[in-house]
């Protein structure tokens, strides 16, 4: 067997075995070790390559730009945990109550702006499951759309940034973190845009489905309310300015902005009073534990890449790429597709590990601009986040929605949001300034 053919093997074998559940950093370590050993007794793999992990390993350990990872999942753990999150969706919600699809409005907005404070999916979809969605159903929202529009405006955090997902694509391609996060503003507020005009429309075509709030639910005060929607969104906003200006006006490293996001959400908190012992463990406990699964993978798809290469696949997966019909518009529409149907399957995490670094050689290649393709992906690897069966958000919401809603009612629910997500991602691709725009202007 030659090393081309047992690097398809190799790479079919990880897919399988994720897709069965098992643990994704054992999965691609163990298939590592397993088909170094087959490649040894074939004579195509050399055994002396493995001792290069200790060092790989110690350089994961040492790299600046994933220590923003912990940051930003604190940063966004905190807000959960102290319930700034909450009275945001609550205030947005009386706010936008008076029009017709205005809770599913202010789901939209407040996924947004959460997006843009911590860029973490679970927090946000969790969130707005538990206050947003029980209201929703109360009012005669019809279930599908309240709960695809949680479901799809809590994946905002995957390429708004600051976003874990951009973090890990920087890294993967070697392209500077603050560039990715300036690129992604534009095509982020594209994606809420187009959630937000699709509830609209809908609300004005069955107003039946998307009621406004009763004048009695709503009844609050002019001052009153405008004192509540400056304090519910003063926390946000301070915290996007802080972390996002910071990195924007080349103040701080993304990074660095992670660290003053982390210690800005705490002084927010305290001056709240909702900054206590018990908050701050439960947002430590899952810090680690997220950061620790997210290292572990990258450890085992270490592994797995360091193998892969070993036994050639990486050079066959180049020629085949590189020798595509079409050339870089060829190239690009296999990637789309590829990672799109592997969206249905496995986490973004397990794509951006095993994949990523494929295509990424390959399009360094071709001429392609890296920022620009690196905004592709994330719109791509959104979807991952909402495609059925195993879209991590419907798990989420799924996990706090009331019994009434279905494992059905939150598939159907997204499906539009999935087209709308293509849409945006076909608009980055005929017209690239919706990426490079930004950072090009920055850069003079």
């Given at each position: ?18 897709a ?7 999965s691609l370590?163990?298939?590592g070790?397993?088909?170094?050993l087959?490649?040894?007794?074939l004579?195509?793999f050399?055994?002396m ?39 945001l969706?609550?205030t ?17 907005v ?12 679970a ?7 538990l ?6 159903l ?5 279930k599908?759309?309240a709960?695809?529009?949680?479901a ?18 920087a890294?993967?391609l ?6 990715l996060?300036?690129?992604s ?9 187009a ?8 609300a004005?075509?069955?107003p039946?489905?998307?009621?406004a709030?009763?004048?009695?639910v ?8 405008w004192?509540?929607v400056?304090?519910?969104?003063l926390?946000?906003v ?10 924007f006006?080349g103040?701080?490293?993304p990074?660095?902005a ?11 908190a ?5 900054l ?12 680690m534990?997220i950061t620790?699964?997210?290292l ?6 270490t ?16 020629d085949?790429?590189?020798?595509l019909?079409?050339g870089?518009w060829?190239f690009?529409t296999v ?5 799109f149907?592997l ?16 295509f ?31 879209g991590?958000?419907?798990f989420?919401l ?11 009612d ?15 991602l ?5 017209f ?6 930004l ?6």
């Open positions: 067997m030659s090393g081309d053919w047992l690097g398809l093997l190799m790479f079919a074998g990880a897919l399988f075995i994720l069965t559940g098992y643990p994704v950093a054992f370590g163990g298939v070790l397993i088909f170094a087959i490649g040894w007794g004579g195509i050399d055994p390559l493995l001792a290069a992990i200790p060092s790989r390993i110690f350089g994961i350990m040492s790299n600046y730009t994933l220590l923003a990872i912990p940051y930003f999942i604190f940063l966004g753990a905190l807000l959960e945990n102290t319930g700034i999150a909450e009275r969706l609550e947005m919600g009386i706010l936008f109550g008076r029009l017709r699809g205005g809770l599913a409005l202010a789901v939209v407040v996924g947004a702006l959460l997006a843009a404070t911590t860029g973490v999916v927090a946000t979809v969790v969130a707005m499951g206050i947003s969605l029980p209201i929703m109360r009012y005669g929202y019809d599908r759309l709960t695809g529009v949680i799809a405006s809590g994946t905002l955090g995957q390429i708004i940034p600051p976003s874990v997902v951009l973090v890990v694509l890294d993967q070697g392209i500077p973190v603050g560039d996060f300036i690129a503003v534009v095509p982020g507020l594209l994606m809420a845009a959630f937000a005009l699709h509830v609209l429309i809908v004005m075509l069955r039946d489905i998307a009621p709030l009763p004048a009695e709503r009844k609050i005060g002019g001052k009153q309310l004192t509540r400056s304090e519910a969104l926390p946000p301070l915290l996007i300015i802080l972390v996002l200006g910071s990195i006006f103040i701080a490293t990074t660095e992670g660290a003053l996001g982390s210690i800005g959400a705490m002084v927010l305290g001056i709240a009073g909702r206590n012992w018990q908050t701050l463990r439960k947002a430590c406990e899952s810090t534990v620790t699964i997210v572990f993978i990258l450890l085992g798809s592994v797995f890449s360091l193998v892969f290469r070993g036994i050639g696949g990486d050079r066959f997966i180049e085949l790429l590189v020798n019909p079409g870089k060829g690009l990637n789309m597709i590829v990672i149907i969206g249905f399957f496995i986490d973004f995490f397990e794509i951006a590990f095993i994949v990523v670094p494929l990424a050689p390959v399009a360094k290649i071709l001429g392609i601009d890296l920022l620009w393709y690196a905004v592709l992906l994330g719109a791509n690897l959104q979807t991952s986040f909402l495609t059925p069966p195993f991590f958000a419907l989420y799924r996990g706090v929605a009331p019994k009434e809603v279905t494992t059905q939150i598939y159907l629910g997204v499906i539009p949001f999935i087209f709308l997500q293509l849409l945006v076909i608009l980055i691709i005929i690239p300034p919706l990426a490079t725009f950072p090009s202007l920055s850069a003079t």
